[in-house]
């Protein structure tokens, strides 16, 4: 009986020590400032976390009752803790294959490249290519080289290589540069129709000159170069991903899945290398229209997990501002008495009969307008899709909204619309669209921040990577101080400028709520994610254009460590 009651008491303590265990705490993050995003409760002394989610966040003493013998304890030293930063567009195998398969000329840097120089890194680069391979490469801006608007054709290509073909796609991801070798291979005489959805620039004799606009025309060339390995290409998105990392981007949109090599091989190659660790950010996924009909229905809105999963259709309406091919609705101002006001892709009827049948599936419409033109038409679709208040609930994306209008932005409050800014706009494009491709009055509403807050409208901020860096903190840095980097350096509208903590929610809370997650990240509050961003210093609390220099020490995704700078 003693021996019986001596089992039973240890029983009970080994239970005990079981369901402490169980209660305890992982880690315990303390010793720094804690910015949560969280408006019932901004700052903290403490956060723990246990099996990938927040436990507990508040008083240090509090903290520490979860503390276990197993509990590590994580001294930030001064260092601010954040929650993980969100970017919800971005082009990852887009920028996998531009800046690493491809050969990557972007320069973001003073000064900008010449044509002379183009040609130059091009040609050194084309020593390493066989006859007949294909010469791939991305980055180059006529708005950011000089003369300004110096733009490739054929004939300057063919001085680089007469014998192998070139394909240089420009900057903004919506403008192309061939020689006629490539010409040749893709089989394009002076008398080829253009794709639907895409041109063939001709001369005034009806030539072509080497310049294509939009993916249907870039297929053309695509379709005709060999496909990289699977080595290869995971390789390529294994650097993408930690570039992601080290920038404390926790969760990034993949904008354009089946873009590159259909919608079946991206999904498998994303859920596979998320699953594996390989992409260590968790990743939401857009279909892109092109290659995902209406008549597809093998896949399903929200499909997948919390690692990865796909949740929306993304449409592209118009091109680039800064390749004057984005929708206006007056002229571009430059060059002087010019009639182009860019390009639609689709009527207004087209859009709608892409947007409604998927819009009625379930899926998120995200909707690429940067001019105008364009926003006016996304928002009349949209208009059309929201007959009954559930549907302003449907966080209808409007992506980039360079140019919007008052009237479009009260109208973009009424729908429910989220709209996504390119906060690099007024940054490395600011002086050239206000000094030259839009003018002022138009260039002063690029981005407009603080407009939107006024009346309501929750937004976010984005890279577009491969079109501008991965790089959170500085696009905080750009909504809040509006400079241009161009010298002399000036501000972009100071009207629109908004405060840190407002555009800290465009990389968070704000974020998430854009990507339908804001229940489950973009904030430190208990039961959310464990994505955490730990910079060195609290941006709160720091100049705002100097945020950009603030350094990411460490990224946790899921509760784990993926990044921790050396």
Same mark, same amino acid.
């Given at each position: 009986?003693?021996?019986?009651?001596?089992?039973?008491?240890?029983?009970?303590?080994?239970?005990?020590?079981?369901?402490?265990?169980?209660?305890?705490?992982?880690?315990?993050?303390?010793?720094?400032?804690?910015?949560?995003?969280?408006?019932?409760?901004?700052?903290?002394?403490?956060?723990?976390? =246990?099996?990938?989610?927040?436990?507990?966040?508040?008083?240090?003493?509090?903290?520490?009752?979860?503390?276990?013998?197993?509990?590590?304890?994580?001294?930030?030293?001064?260092?601010?803790?954040?929650?993980? *930063?969100?970017?919800?567009?971005?082009?990852?195998?887009?920028?996998?294959? &531009?800046?690493?398969? @491809?050969? %990557?000329?972007?320069?973001? %840097?003073?000064?900008?490249?010449?044509?002379?120089?183009?040609?130059?890194?091009?040609?050194?680069? &084309?020593?390493?290519?066989?006859?007949?391979?294909?010469?791939?490469?991305? !980055?180059?801006?006529? /708005? =950011?080289?000089?003369?300004?608007?110096?733009?490739? %054709?054929?004939?300057?290509?063919?001085?680089?290589?007469?014998?192998?073909?070139?394909?240089?796609?420009?900057?903004?991801?919506?403008?192309?540069?061939?020689?006629?070798?490539?010409?040749?291979?893709?089989?394009?005489?002076?008398?080829?129709?253009?794709?639907?959805?895409?041109?063939?620039?001709?001369?005034?004799?009806?030539?072509?000159?080497?310049?294509?606009?939009?993916?249907?025309?870039?297929?053309? *060339?695509?379709?005709?170069?060999?496909?990289?390995?699977?080595?290869?290409?995971?390789?390529?998105?294994?650097?993408?991903?930690?570039?992601?990392?080290?920038?404390?981007?926790?969760?990034?949109?993949?904008?354009?899945?089946?873009?590159?090599?259909?919608?079946?091989?991206?999904?498998?190659? *994303?859920?596979?290398?998320?699953?594996?660790?390989?992409?260590?950010?968790?990743? =939401?996924?857009?279909?892109? /229209?092109?290659?995902?009909?209406?008549?597809?229905?093998?896949?399903?809105?929200?499909?997948?997990?919390?690692?990865?999963?796909?949740?929306?259709?993304?449409?592209?309406?118009? !091109?680039?501002?800064?390749?004057?091919?984005?929708?206006?609705?007056?002229?571009?101002?430059?060059?002087? !008495?010019?009639?182009?006001?860019?390009?639609?892709?689709?009527?207004?009827?087209?859009? #709608?009969?892409?947007?409604?049948?998927?819009?009625?599936? !379930?899926?998120?419409?995200?909707?690429? &307008?940067?001019?105008?033109?364009?926003?006016?038409?996304?928002?009349?679709?949209?208009?059309?899709?929201?007959?009954?208040?559930?549907?302003?609930?449907?966080?209808?994306?409007?992506?980039? #909204?360079?140019?919007?209008?008052?009237?479009?932005? +009260?109208?973009?409050?009424?729908?429910?619309?989220?709209?996504?800014?390119?906060?690099?706009?007024?940054?490395? @494009?600011?002086?050239? *669209?206000?000094?030259?491709?839009?003018?002022?009055?138009?260039?002063?509403?690029?981005?407009?921040?603080?407009?939107?807050?006024?009346?309501?409208? =929750?937004?976010? #901020?984005?890279?577009?990577?491969?079109?501008?860096?991965?790089?959170?903190?500085?696009?905080?840095?750009?909504?809040?101080?509006?400079? @241009?980097?161009?010298?002399?350096?000036?501000?972009? $509208?100071?009207?629109?400028?908004? &405060?840190?903590?407002?555009?800290?929610?465009?990389?968070?809370?704000?974020?998430?709520?854009?990507?339908?997650?804001?229940?489950?990240?973009?904030?430190?509050?208990?039961?959310?994610?464990?994505?955490?961003?730990?910079? +060195?210093?609290?941006?709160?609390?720091?100049?705002?254009?100097?945020?950009?220099?603030?350094?990411?020490?460490?990224?946790?995704?899921?509760?784990?460590?993926?990044?921790?700078? $050396?």
């Amino acid at each position: 009986m003693r021996l019986l009651h001596t089992l039973t008491i240890s029983s009970a303590i080994l239970l005990s020590q079981s369901a402490i265990a169980a209660s305890s705490a992982d880690v315990i993050f303390y010793g720094g400032d804690i910015v949560t995003m969280n408006k019932a409760q901004p700052t903290a002394e403490a956060v723990a976390i =246990r099996d990938g989610k927040i436990i507990k966040v508040g008083s240090l003493s509090n903290a520490k009752t979860l503390q276990g013998s197993d509990t590590k304890l994580v001294n930030l030293n001064g260092k601010t803790l954040l929650p993980g *930063f969100i970017e919800p567009h971005v082009h990852i195998l887009g920028t996998a294959f &531009s800046e690493e398969l @491809w050969y %990557n000329m972007s320069n973001f %840097n003073m000064p900008h490249d010449t044509l002379d120089s183009l040609v130059s890194k091009l040609t050194a680069y &084309s020593k390493n290519v066989k006859d007949g391979e294909w010469i791939t490469a991305f !980055g180059v801006d006529p /708005s =950011r080289t000089e003369p300004f608007m110096a733009e490739l %054709n054929a004939d300057i290509l063919d001085k680089v290589s007469t014998t192998k073909p070139i394909f240089v796609m420009n900057q903004s991801m919506h403008i192309a540069y061939v020689n006629h070798k490539a010409l040749e291979v893709a089989g394009l005489t002076d008398s080829s129709p253009d794709p639907k959805g895409g041109k063939l620039l001709k001369d005034s004799k009806g030539r072509l000159t080497g310049v294509v606009y939009e993916v249907p025309a870039f297929y053309l *060339f695509i379709n005709k170069m060999p496909a990289p390995s699977q080595e290869s290409l995971e390789q390529a998105v294994v650097k993408v991903g930690q570039r992601l990392v080290n920038k404390g981007v926790t969760t990034s949109a993949e904008i354009s899945v089946g873009g590159y090599l259909g919608v079946d091989k991206e999904y498998a190659l *994303f859920d596979k290398m998320t699953h594996a660790g390989k992409l260590p950010v968790r990743v =939401r996924g857009y279909m892109y /229209s092109n290659v995902f009909p209406t008549t597809n229905n093998s896949y399903k809105p929200n499909q997948g997990d919390d690692i990865f999963k796909v949740i929306g259709v993304k449409i592209v309406a118009d !091109g680039s501002d800064q390749g004057l091919t984005g929708a206006m609705t007056k002229p571009y101002a430059y060059p002087a !008495g010019t009639t182009n006001t860019g390009n639609l892709n689709f009527t207004e009827q087209e859009l #709608y009969d892409l947007a409604k049948p998927r819009f009625d599936q !379930g899926w998120q419409i995200s909707v690429h &307008s940067n001019g105008d033109r364009s926003i006016e038409q996304t928002l009349n679709v949209y208009e059309k899709l929201v007959t009954k208040p559930e549907d302003a609930k449907a966080r209808l994306r409007i992506e980039h #909204y360079t140019v919007p209008t008052p009237s479009q932005i +009260d109208k973009t409050a009424k729908l429910g619309v989220v709209p996504g800014l390119t906060i690099g706009h007024s940054d490395y @494009w600011g002086e050239a *669209f206000h000094d030259h491709l839009l003018g002022a009055e138009r260039a002063n509403r690029i981005d407009p921040g603080a407009s939107l807050i006024k009346k309501g409208v =929750r937004f976010a #901020y984005h890279s577009d990577s491969p079109v501008s860096p991965i790089h959170p903190l500085k696009y905080v840095s750009e909504g809040s101080s509006r400079l @241009w980097q161009a010298s002399p350096q000036k501000v972009l $509208n100071a009207n629109e400028k908004v &405060s840190v903590y407002d555009a800290l929610k465009a990389v968070t809370i704000d974020a998430a709520y854009q990507m339908r997650m804001d229940d489950k990240a973009g904030s430190l509050q208990e039961g959310k994610f464990a994505d955490f961003a730990i910079v +060195d210093k609290n941006p709160l609390k720091t100049d705002a254009y100097k945020i950009r220099d603030i350094e990411v020490k460490e990224t946790w995704v899921n509760g784990q460590q993926v990044f921790k700078k $050396n």
